[in-house]
């Protein structure tokens, strides 16, 4: 089962906690590789924890990616996970949902507005790798079908909420308003 983060390495972005994640996932004896995909220089505590963790197996780090070779990798993986303790709505998970990949997110910022839990995607809450576990279990042991059902819905809330012609009409709407007064 193939997760993956795409962002940069920065304290707010909580790859720490999805570290703690796959180190719960190894224990439980799920076959899985994770994947970041970030800029900037590797924290030290992130290597730490995988060196600490022994996750050295299961555990990748790219360096960034040119964005076409980027979409290629998330569109090959099985799950994203946001698990960021600050967002606002992230375009990675959106792009995610569009894309057909599952989406397992914290409910910083604005991600609640994208993500409805069992819906669309799963939502934990922030700072917590068990449940962020468990909803990728929860995903892992779903038939075929309602795994599906999740990715459709989570392209229509993409088609029907966060279309470019929804968004330029929304913002029209406001500077319209704001104009008027």
Known sequence: FEII???RFHWKKGYHYAIDTMK???D???DFSYTIIAQGKVPEEILFLINE???HDEVN???GMKF???IKRLIRSDMLILPS???GIANVVLESMAAGVPVVTTDCGGMNEAVEDKVNGYIVRIREPELMADKILDYISRDDESGYKIVKNAKATIENKFSPERQ???FADLYNTILSK
């Open 85 to 87: 303790v600050e967002e």
């Open 68 to 70: 076409d070779d980027l």
């Open 24 to 26: 719960i996932l190894k």
């Open 28 to 30: 439980k004896k799920v």
């Open 168 to 170: 330029i009409k929304e």
């Open 53 to 55: 963790y022994d996750l």
């Open 61 to 63: 780090i790219i360096p």
């Open 5 to 7: 983060s795409i962002g």
